[in-house]
């Protein structure tokens, strides 16, 4: 069966994580529909917080994965513990979609950061 992942964070493309994704398979630049706080409190740990219609729409990457790799990529993220796995709807292409992603599972005042529409792509 195959899967869908948005990534906003480490496990794009010129990032630290993005090794997980090598059986995966890249769909596109995407989008989410809604807006979403999407926060770094600590340099290249990105939190999204699962406030929809809340700060910006937020730019990733779309992936398509087997089971073996979603479950690797939910031990990463320590799923649901750390961050909770969740279908929301992005674009890709033009195209509406549904895709998981992950939120960040704790409370945190994310409305004392800087919201960010993308999260950096390469590591500085």
């Not at 997980?20 to 398979?25: M, P, Q, R, V």
């Not at 807006?35 to 990105?46: N, T």
Request: proline share 6%; net charge positive; hydrophobic share 40%.
């Amino acid at each position: 069966m195959c899967y869908k992942l948005f990534v906003y964070g480490t496990l794009k493309k010129g990032l630290c994580n993005h090794f997980y994704l090598h059986e995966a398979t890249f769909l596109g630049e995407a989008i989410t529909l809604q807006a979403y706080p999407l926060i770094a409190p600590k340099r290249w740990y990105p939190y999204l917080i699962d406030k929809p219609g809340k700060g910006k729409r937020i730019r990733g990457e779309l992936y398509a994965l087997n089971l073996a790799t979603l479950k690797q990529i939910d031990r990463l993220e320590e799923h649901p513990r750390y961050y909770k796995r969740k279908v929301i709807e992005i674009l890709v292409n033009g195209k509406r979609q549904e895709a998981f992603t992950y939120f960040f599972a704790s409370f945190i005042p994310y409305w004392e950061f800087t919201f960010l529409e993308e999260f950096p792509s390469k590591e500085e």
